[in-house]
Every structure is written in structure tokens, then in C-alpha cells.
């Protein structure tokens, strides 16, 4: 099994870090939560991959909102989330609350449950089901490299919103500690907005759930 490389982009006015996990032996390549298009695809044609996979964490506007765009130009599928349906269901009444340009709701060809195991090249994702910031959200642990795409379920000192509908503070505490802390401290944690941290790291000191 091989580690993956991860490279992270900021996209849309939230500043969501859209990410392209590489498998350096094999050039295969997926796009995790593609909030706009455009500087993905620029990203993809700096590394010279061409993805195979589109991975959405959930269903916040930010984290696909240029999927369906991104799915046009590349004619890749879609992986999300069934249990965030909602969210999707929701994404026009998101695009007018937030004042977006026209956005197209993204179909999706593949579910992701807890417990899936995707192959990239000759790496592999385990997909963990994480609800609380939303009941369907996903995170993506690659455990060969030590590292996980974690979406808006823990940030650098902070945790994920659970104040919107299907939110859930229970629900949340239990998903970083089962899911999150449970893996092995030196982990990283690629985060949905803001700087990359570790598994020891917040476990010991996030302010809002430890160990
Ligand atoms: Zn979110």
C-alpha cells in the first residue's frame, strides 16, 4: 500500500480547501469537495493528473458547489454521501441565502458509506461516517500515509458548525472521538477551512473536544 499526496487549493469566498489526492506511483487522482471548478482544474493541469473520481465530504455549498461544472469538463463520476441528500436538495435555497452566481445541483453515480474502501492507484481511502456538522458527512483516512481529508468535522483548534439543520453537538463529539481520535497521533488532519493539523495535536488540545 502506498501513501497518497495531498495537495489542497483554497476555493470560493469561504476559503474551503478543495483537495487532489495523488498516488505518487501511479499518477492516479481523485478531487475531494470541488466548491468551484476553475482553480481545480487549473491545479490538475499544474500536476500534470488526471483524476478519476469526484469525493464530496457533504453537501455545504462550498464544498460542492463546482462539482456538477467540474463533472461537465472532465466527465468524471460523483461519490457522495447519501445520507446528505438534503443537503443537496438544499443547495439552490444555499446559492440565494449566500448570494451566489448561478450554481448547478451535482447528481451523484456512487454512494459513500461508512466502512467503503476506495482504490486510488495503489492506494487506499477508508471512508468513516462522521455526522454531527451534517448527518451524512464523510471523512477520507489514508491510513498508509497518515493523513485524512477531514471536511468541517475538526479544524485547527476548532470543530465543525452544529447549529445548522441536521446538526447535531452529540453526534459531532462522538465522530471526532471515535472516528478522529482514535487514529494515531502523528495522523494529519487536512481540514476544510484553515491550516493542516494532527490527530495528537487536537486530541490534547482542541478546546471544544479532547481525547
Ligand atoms: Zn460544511
Redesign the pocket.
Known sequence: MSKLEIHEVPVTPFQQNCTVLVCADTGAAAVCDCGDAGPVLALLGKLGVEASMILAT?G?L??VGGTAELKRATGLDFWYPPADDMWLERLQHQVQLYGWGPVETPRYEHELHGGDRLQLGHAELEVRHCPG??PGHVIFVDAAGAQMVA??VIFSGSV?RTDFPGGSWEQLERSIREQVYSLPDDTLIHC?HGPTTTVGREAMTNPFVRR
Open positions: 457533504h455545504h462550498d464544498h456538522h451534517t471536511g468541517d465543525g476544510g
